[in-house]
């Protein structure tokens, strides 16, 4: 399966096995999503669990905590992960509240479906990263997968879990891997190992990161489409680095990382973010927090630039292979 397969057979799954799994949003039901994610769940459900909204993202969300409290578990999408903003009070101010508003009466089982990252030329307003604004925000987890595998098993635990999630899907990958070289023939998941998804039921738990590759120089800390240009850099270079891919920002498998980086002495965090109070940030304090001690240099952020994501200059924004391997130089050399 593809990415996009693989989040649709996740919901397919849960609409089975629960009732009150609905599927809500913009050209979700007979259009089938602007990606086809949710293609022909609407036949096989009917319009009372998979329906199309207006154009709304605040009263989206704000129909969908409503739901959430009254005991279904609504997967609202928003379309762009650039459109979630008129949505912030209602996740921020009632869906990540509910639970410790109500002392536990109440709580938002809804995951919130989105879109996210650049890489396709949709310039500033269908390429942003948002998600560093959602794990400052208490009480909702945040959830990004980087391949078909990971989306699944990660889409049906946020469905079955009983607070709020950001479930954003770097669309990039969504067909296939992406190296970070634009100018090469693109890949599909086909001939990838994790393009191999069961068709019935599986979930990975939140907060728990996975190791992509074993090493002993650095520790490379990725999430989403820059996984694989991080492991492409590494095969490129030759360099022994330790990949882990973190699936979960809220929660943060931050033990896996501890460990890592105390056995390597050195941390590169790549995102594709803005730079400025971006997660990387927050990952950089808590390993120097953790790990003063073992590191043998600073650690190392590479990221989007503190301006809105360029349309003509898309390959000089996006975090690739030249940038990477430059801080990969000189977190060795220091």
């Not at 307003?125 to 909702?140: A, D, K, N, V, Y």
């Not at 699936?247 to 890592?260: F, G, K, Q």
């Not at 990952?283 to 809105?308: I, K, M, N, W």
Request: net charge negative.
């Amino acid at each position: 399966m593809n990415m996009i397969q693989a989040i649709n057979s996740a919901m397919d799954v849960m609409m089975a096995r629960d009732a009150g799994v609905v599927v809500m949003g913009e050209d979700v039901g007979y259009f089938g999503g602007v990606f086809r994610a949710t293609a022909g769940l609407q036949k096989k459900y009917g319009k009372t669990r998979v329906f199309d909204t207006p154009i709304t993202e605040c009263g989206i969300i704000g129909v969908a905590v409503g739901m959430g409290a009254y005991g279904l578990r609504p997967v609202p999408e928003i379309q762009f992960a650039d459109y979630i903003y008129p949505a912030l009070d209602q996740l921020v101010s009632e869906a990540a509240r509910l639970r410790y508003r109500s002392s536990g009466e109440f709580t938002a089982p809804i995951t919130v479906r989105s879109p996210f990252g650049g890489g396709i030329f949709g310039g500033q307003t269908h390429s942003q990263s948002p998600e560093g604004l959602f794990t400052h925000m208490s009480g909702i987890k945040t959830v990004i997968p980087s391949t078909p595998y990971d989306a699944k098993g990660l889409l049906i635990a946020a469905i079955e879990d009983n607070d709020p999630t950001i479930f954003f899907e770097p669309k990039r990958i969504y067909n296939g891997p992406f190296n970070g070289h634009w100018d090469r023939p693109a890949e599909n998941w086909s001939k990838h190992p994790a393009g191999a998804v069961p068709e019935g039921y599986y979930k990975i738990p939140l907060g728990k990161a996975n190791v992509v590759r074993e090493g002993q120089a650095v520790t490379m800390l990725a999430y989403g489409t820059m996984v694989h240009v991080c492991a492409q850099v590494v095969a490129d270079t030759g360099v022994d680095a330790e990949i882990i891919d973190l699936r979960t920002l809220v929660p943060l498998d931050i033990e896996t990382i501890e460990a890592s980086v105390k056995k390597t002495g050195r941390c590169l965090i790549v995102h594709e973010a803005t730079r400025t109070a971006g997660f990387g940030a927050e990952l950089s304090a808590l390993v120097q927090e953790r790990c003063f001690y073992h590191l043998e240099a600073p650690v190392e952020r590479v990221t989007g630039f503190d301006t809105p994501y360029p349309h003509s200059l898309e390959w000089a924004y996006f975090p690739g292979p030249v940038r990477i391997g430059q801080a990969l130089k000189k977190i060795l050399k220091d």
